[in-house]
């Protein structure tokens, strides 16, 4: 799973005035859970904290608690 978001940057040096767009990870402030869907049909309701600034995550028993 995929935990970003996309942002635009245009103060990165090196680009040119328009910018560009690049994925960055959650703050604590913007999000509270995550809610997954799974191409199985299986669900999970996973807390900011257990994600935490990780940009992506497997999937599996780790978060069977989360499971929905």
């Not at 940009?55 to 069977?64: F, K, L």
């Amino acid at each position: 799973m995929k935990f970003t978001r996309t942002v635009y940057d245009n103060q990165q040096p090196g680009r040119t005035s328009t910018g560009y767009f690049r994925s960055a990870p959650y703050e604590p402030d913007e999000i509270d859970y995550f809610f997954v869907v799974l191409g199985d049909g299986s669900m999970y309701v996973l807390p900011y904290e257990v994600i935490g600034r990780r940009s992506t995550a497997n999937m599996g028993e780790r978060y069977e608690e989360f499971r929905v």
